[in-house]
């Protein structure tokens, strides 16, 4: 099983940020079929073969997840396109 653990920072109000993060959510539900929900500032997400969370902290959000047996073989580009959502929408 592999892990990811991306930081990423921003410089947005927190309400704005709250927004983006479900942006990012909505596109890697679009992308890996995950299913998510909020648990104070913490977006927890999960599908088939992953399990993490995003976490909204001042200054920067923090990616976690555990990939599954097959998207373990994929995880460089699962993190890419974790990344790429993150700056698109967060800056």
């Given amino acids: 099983m592999s892990t990811i653990d991306i930081r990423h920072a921003h410089t947005l109000p927190a309400e704005n940020a709250r927004k983006a993060i479900e942006e990012v959510a909505a596109k890697l539900s679009e992308r890996f079929g995950l299913q998510s929900n909020w648990v104070g500032d913490v977006l927890n997400f999960n599908g088939s073969?992953?399990?993490g969370a995003i976490a909204l902290q001042p200054?920067?959000?923090q990616?976690?997840?555990k990939l599954g047996f097959l998207l373990s073989a994929m995880k460089?580009?699962?993190?890419?396109e974790?990344?790429?959502v993150l700056?698109?929408?967060l800056g």
Avoid: F, L, P, Y
């Fill in 49 to 51: 073969g992953v399990d």
């Fill in 59 to 61: 200054g920067q959000v």
């Fill in 63 to 65: 990616v976690t997840a």
């Fill in 76 to 80: 460089g580009m699962v993190e890419s």
């Fill in 82 to 84: 974790i990344q790429r």
């Fill in 87 to 89: 700056k698109e929408k």
